[in-house]
Antibody, heavy 122, light 111 residues
Framework: QVQLVESGGGLVKPGGSLRLSCAASGFNFSDYYMSWIRQAPGKGLEWVSYISSSSSFTNYADSVKGRFTISRDNAKNSLYVHMNSLRVEDTAVYYC???????????????WGQGTLVTVSS | QSVLTQPPSVSGAPGQRVTISCTGSSSNIGAGYDVHWYQQLPGTAPKLLVYGNRNRPSGVPDRFAGSKSGTSASLAISGLQAEDEADYYCQSYDSSLSGYVFGSGTKVTVL
């Protein structure tokens, strides 16, 4: 079945860096756009970044632009986000999600991984 | 501050019908972009509930119905059940932000 499994979360100090990974299985990974979405503790969902199927296009939320870099390795069925200059407000559960494209815009997210917690604290 | 505004909470007795609104503007829902809905049960990842304004993925009961008009969208849950207690989020795209946007989220409580 279609599955997404995130890893790499943990505790990091402000200003530090972290790389999250998302392992995909059960579908042809190289056919799909992928996104990272985060949820701060007790808060709502915030889209972070997407990457096109061939890595030609990327897009970022203003809150992470210039600090986060999304990438993928289609040969390894894996999605990544490298997070630099981390701030306390980046503390959240980070989900990876497959983007599903219909006949109109925007894409929707299905499925989602179980998430990995990133805590930025001194 | 979410670009798409939802009521923080709605509640209803078992069997009743509740509606969750998702209010946007001319740069997102009003621009013609589709709206999708997600259900997040306590302690779990969000799950797709409605896509393309009104379409349900396989396995989602027809008790869940989405609609869109003007700068707003709605999710109606009829025949409310205890298992529907969850947070619900709408999602669309905003041309001013050039990115995907989520609603502020609505907690549904079954009385």
């Amino acid at each position: 079945q279609v599955q997404l499994v995130e890893s790499g979360g943990g505790l990091v100090k402000p200003g530090g860096s972290l790389r999250l990974s998302c392992a995909a299985s059960g579908f042809n990974f190289s056919d799909y756009y992928m996104s990272w979405i985060r949820q701060a503790p007790g808060k709502g969902l915030e889209w972070v970044s997407y990457i096109s199927s061939s890595s030609s296009f990327t897009n970022y939320a203003d809150s992470v632009k210039g600090r986060f870099t999304i990438s993928r390795d289609n040969a390894k069925n894996s999605l990544y986000v490298h997070m630099n200059s981390l701030r306390v407000e980046d503390t959240a559960v980070y989900y990876c999600a497959r983007e599903f494209q219909g006949t109109s815009w925007p894409n929707w997210f299905d499925p989602w991984g179980q998430g990995t917690l990133v805590t930025v604290s001194s | 501050q979410s670009v798409l505004t939802q009521p923080p909470s709605v509640s209803g007795a078992p069997g009743q019908r509740v509606t969750i609104s998702c209010t946007g503007s001319s740069s997102n829902i009003g621009a013609g972009y589709d709206v999708h809905w997600y259900q997040q049960l306590p302690g779990t990842a969000p799950k797709l509930l409605v896509y393309g304004n009104r379409n349900r993925p396989s396995g989602v009961p027809d008790r869940f119905a989405g609609s869109k008009s003007g700068t707003s969208a709605s999710l109606a849950i009829s025949g409310l059940q205890a298992e529907d207690e969850a947070d619900y989020y709408c999602q669309s795209y905003d041309s001013s932000l050039s990115g995907y946007v989520f609603g502020s989220g609505t907690k549904v409580t079954v009385l």
